[in-house]
């Protein structure tokens, strides 16, 4: 039976680490860390995220703003927000949760945060400073950073000589997940909807992630012995065994089977899910440490 990451507890050992490193640069350099975090429209799973993240950045001790914008909010006016946010020296995080609503453009949006605080990483000068390997002076979206405090934690900081495979290739996980791992020196292979033969691929990773959306898709025969497994997928699947109409959230790795295989294998709920919150309280505290004009702390 595989070892099973206990993600709270180490999302848990993040968070405490951002509480320590915003208190020491307040009292060092007077400066509070703020995050503002913006939401747009009705949706509740988003105004949940939201409302877990504004208690987590006030946990952390910082300033934490939140904007909630009714569903109708135009273009300009969320554009001329993000503008108001990018220009307060009080704030060194900027969030907009998505999805934003149908009528507006979430790119545009997205790329007018100011890189130095962008605390999800999705910037184009980010997501550049990851693909040429620096990781010193950009942020790094949360999951994949997340993810890799996972990997850290099992195989150290140097992956020589590991074959790491990543099932997905999205901008939001999957490309910066493949360049995380190839700059720890991993050999990676990224596998998508269009990868052939996908079981034998993933049955060469020494480090399998999966982060595709379909539950329960990696079987214990695409495993190999003693892998590590993340599971990133959130899948929502029918559950009748807790009563008519009710579900229960599957990762995209059919945990028991895989367990039985694997070294280290994260549970869905309770794996990846955690640290993508965590990891947003240490990018923003690291964006207040280079704000400030000091070394910014790893996590
Ligand atoms: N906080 C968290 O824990 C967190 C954060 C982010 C995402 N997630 C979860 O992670 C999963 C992936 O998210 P995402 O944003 O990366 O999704 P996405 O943008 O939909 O990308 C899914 C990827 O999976 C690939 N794929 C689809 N079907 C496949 C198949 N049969 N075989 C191999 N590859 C296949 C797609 O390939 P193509 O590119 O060829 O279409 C695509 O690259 C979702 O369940 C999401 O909810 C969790």
């Known amino acids: 039976m595989a070892t099973v990451i206990d993600g709270k507890e180490v999302a848990g050992s993040v968070i405490e680490a951002v509480k320590t490193a915003s208190e020491l640069l307040q009292k060092e350099t007077g ?50 927000l993000v503008q108001t946010l990018n220009a307060d020296p009080s704030l060194h995080g900027i969030l907009v949760q998505l999805p934003l609503p149908k009528h507006l453009n979430s790119e545009p949006i997205i790329q007018s945060v100011l890189p130095e605080k962008d605390v999800d990483g999705l910037h184009v000068v980010n997501a550049g400073k990851l693909a040429t390997g620096d990781l010193e002076g950009g942020l790094v979206s949360c999951t994949p950073a997340g993810s890799m405090v996972f990997v850290r934690r099992v195989h150290g900081e140097d992956l020589s000589g590991l074959n790491a495979v990543v099932i997905g290739r999205s901008t939001l996980f999957g490309k910066p ?43 214990a025969d695409w495993v190999k012995p003693g892998a590590t497994v993340i599971d990133v997928g959130i899948n929502r699947i029918a559950a009748p065994e807790k009563g008519e109409g009710k579900s229960r959230m599957v990762g ?32 923003t505290v690291i964006a207040a440490y280079r704000k400030a004009g000091r070394k910014a702390p790893k996590f």
């Open 177 to 219: 997940m493949g360049q995380l791992l190839l700059a720890a020196n991993a050999t990676v292979t990224i596998a998508h909807s269009r990868t052939k033969d996908l079981a034998s691929v993933c049955r060469n990773a020494d480090i399998l992630v999966a982060a595709v959306g379909r539950a329960e898709m990696v079987k």
């Open 31 to 80: 400066v509070q860390t703020g995050l503002a975090v913006v939401i747009v429209g009705n949706d509740p799973a988003s105004h949940a995220y939201v409302s877990s993240k504004s208690k987590m950045a006030k946990e952390c001790g910082f300033t934490s703003v939140q904007h909630t914008l009714p569903e109708e909010t135009t273009q300009e006016e969320l554009a001329a």
């Open 252 to 283: 995209d790795v059919a945990f028991a089977e895989c367990a039985d295989v694997a070294g280290v294998i994260t549970p869905v709920p309770g794996g990846v899910g955690p640290m993508t919150i965590a990891m947003l309280m240490a990018n």
